[in-house]
């Protein structure tokens, strides 16, 4: 079973292999990439081989629980249908059995931030930090991490959890993010809170320490859309964005 679910799953890799070929040649649908992919799949009946390559490989495990490198593949599988819960579960049965395994923890990272599954990201990353302290991925997931926490405080108005979150992450070992950058997010922070001193302060920062106040212009905009700050924040930073 597990054989006839790896020759299922070379076909698909052969399909999505073509499929990033011809995404680099049509950049205009505006589909996200997954969604793209699961259409594209779908298209040239692959879809119909992930799940035969899902239901023999689940028959594989029922015989061998120990095929760790079975449930990677079907943690894949299952995320291309869209499934990340299931996908999910597969790399944490893996992980269960393979403590060790640096990128099925850093990948359950992604996901379970990108569930909103908090703590459960918390917990991988705090795997790979000792398994990799220093490694870029790491560093780059940690941030990530950071970002992601620090906007849905802001947008749920848990500033000072913001705040909070924030300062820890600039005291770990992060990439160094630009003085420019981290100044804005501390003003968008602030503008939520309702501190219009503090935001102002932290926005002339940024604009000081900026090379380029065009680019700081354009991140204040992003941010003020993915923080939901005030209309009249969003105004403002919009307009000079375009302005600049």
Not at 94 to 114: C, F, K, M, N, T
Request: aromatic share 6%; net charge negative.
């Amino acid at each position: 079973h597990a054989h006839i679910g790896e020759c299922y799953w070379l076909e698909v890799q052969q399909s999505i292999d073509d499929f990033h070929e011809e995404i680099e040649l049509d950049s205009s649908d505006d589909a996200s990439e997954p969604d793209q992919l699961r259409h594209w799949l779908d298209e040239n009946g692959q879809l119909g081989s992930i799940h035969t390559a899902i239901h023999h490989y689940g028959l594989a495990l029922q015989r061998y629980p120990n095929l760790v490198d079975i449930y990677s593949t079907r943690s894949q599988l299952r995320d291309i249908l869209g499934d990340r819960k299931q996908a999910c579960a597969d790399l944490e049965a893996l992980v269960q059995r393979s403590p060790d395994d640096y990128e099925a923890h850093r990948q359950l990272a992604i996901w379970h931030l990108e569930l909103h599954n908090f703590e459960a990201s918390e917990r991988a990353l705090a795997v790979i930090r000792r398994l990799k302290p220093r490694a870029a991925a790491t560093l780059e997931l940690g941030w990530l991490q950071c970002e992601t926490l620090v906007r849905e405080l802001v947008r749920s108005k848990q500033c000072e959890a913001a705040r909070q979150e924030l300062e820890k992450a600039t005291q770990n070992a992060l990439p160094k993010l630009p003085a420019c950058l981290l100044s804005a997010m501390r003003s968008a922070i602030e503008y939520q809170a309702g501190s219009s001193n503090a935001a102002e302060r932290y926005l002339s920062e940024s604009l000081a320490a900026s090379p380029h106040p065009a680019v700081l212009w354009a991140y204040m905009a992003r941010l003020s859309a993915d923080y939901k700050l005030p209309a009249a924040q969003r105004k403002e930073f919009n307009t000079n964005s375009r302005l600049h």
